[in-house]
C-alpha cells in the first residue's frame, strides 16, 4: 500500500509543474512553483484531516488508521526530499516533518494513538488558513494596491485576520490542551519532548504573524510585503 500512497506526490508534482502558469499576474508568474507546491501542501491537509477525523468516528475500522499513516508519511518524506535536493534553508520545516514521521508512526503502532492522532488532527486544522493567506500574496503584487480601496487587498487583510484567530485557537489553545491533559499518559518521553518544542515553534510562529499584520494594518507607514 505504501508504493500506491508514495506515487500520489511525485505525480501532482510533475502534472503541476507541467501546466502553464495558474495565475498570470507578474507576481503570480514569478511564485507559480510556491503557488503549485502550495496546493499541493493544501489537498495533503485537507485529506489527512478527513482520515484523521474519520478514524476517530471509526476506531474499529483500521483502515482509516492506515490511509492516514501512508498518506501523510508518504507527503512528508516528498516534501523533505524537495527541501534537501534544492538545497532550501528551510531546518525547521525538516525538523517538523521529521517529528510528524514519528507522531503518524506512534499513531500506527502505539497503544495511544487515539492521543496522537487528535493532536495530529489539531496541527492540520490549525494550518487550513495558511494555505489560503499563501496563495493570495504569492499570486499578486499588494505592494501596488492602494490600502482599503481594492477588493483583493480587502479579501487579504480579512484572510489574514481570519488566519490569526483561528491558528490561536487551535495551535495555542486546543493543542496546548491536549499536550498539558495527556502528557502522563504519553510514556515515550522523547516524544513528548518534541511535542513541546512542536508547540513553542507554533507558537513563535503565530507571534511572528501576528507581527507582521500588525506592521501591514496598524503602523503608520505599513505596506504589504
Known amino acids: 500500500m505504501l508504493h500506491l500512497f508514495a506515487i500520489i506526490w511525485p505525480f501532482l508534482y510533475k502534472m503541476f509543474?507541467?501546466?502553464?502558469?495558474?495565475?498570470?499576474?507578474?507576481q503570480g508568474l514569478y511564485n507559480d512553483y510556491k503557488i503549485k507546491k502550495n496546493a499541493i501542501s493544501a489537498f495533503h491537509s485537507i485529506i489527512?484531516?478527513?482520515?484523521?477525523?474519520?478514524?476517530?468516528?471509526?476506531?474499529?475500522?483500521?483502515?482509516?488508521k492506515e490511509?492516514?499513516?501512508?498518506?501523510?508519511?508518504t507527503y512528508f518524506i516528498w516534501?523533505?526530499?524537495?527541501?534537501?535536493?534544492?538545497?532550501?534553508?528551510?531546518?525547521?520545516?525538516?525538523?517538523?516533518?521529521?517529528?510528524?514521521?514519528?507522531?503518524?508512526?506512534?499513531?500506527?503502532?502505539?497503544?495511544?494513538?487515539?492521543?496522537?492522532?487528535?493532536m495530529f488532527l489539531t496541527g492540520e486544522l490549525s494550518?487550513?488558513?495558511?494555505?489560503?493567506?499563501?496563495?493570495?500574496?504569492k499570486s499578486f503584487d499588494f505592494k501596488h494596491y492602494q490600502l482599503g480601496?481594492?477588493?483583493?487587498?480587502?479579501?487579504?487583510k480579512l484572510c489574514r485576520h481570519i488566519q490569526i484567530v483561528w491558528y490561536i485557537l487551535f495551535r495555542y489553545f486546543v493543542f496546548g490542551y491536549f499536550a498539558l491533559k495527556f502528557s502522563c499518559k504519553i510514556e515515550n518521553r522523547f516524544l513528548l519532548y518534541n511535542l513541546y518544542i512542536i508547540y513553542l515553534l507554533g507558537?513563535?510562529?503565530?507571534?511572528?504573524?501576528?507581527?507582521?499584520?500588525y506592521l501591514d494594518y496598524y503602523c503608520k507607514n505599513y505596506s504589504i510585503r
Request: hydrophobic share 40%; aromatic share 24%; net charge neutral.
Open 48 to 64: 489527512s484531516i478527513c482520515f484523521s477525523i474519520l478514524y476517530i468516528w471509526f476506531p474499529e475500522n483500521t483502515l482509516y
Open 203 to 213: 507558537i513563535c510562529w503565530g507571534v511572528n504573524t501576528i507581527k507582521s499584520v
Open 127 to 137: 494550518n487550513l488558513t495558511y494555505y489560503p493567506v499563501y496563495h493570495y500574496m
Open 17 to 26: 509543474n507541467y501546466q502553464n502558469p495558474w495565475i498570470t499576474t507578474k
Open 79 to 118: 516534501d523533505s526530499y524537495l527541501i534537501i535536493i534544492q538545497n532550501l534553508r528551510e531546518e525547521l520545516f525538516l525538523y517538523h516533518h521529521i517529528v510528524a514521521l514519528y507522531i503518524l508512526h506512534n499513531i500506527y503502532k502505539s497503544p495511544i494513538n487515539y492521543i496522537l492522532n487528535y
Open 149 to 156: 480601496s481594492n477588493y483583493l487587498q480587502y479579501r487579504l
Open 67 to 73: 490511509y492516514l499513516y501512508y498518506f501523510s508519511s
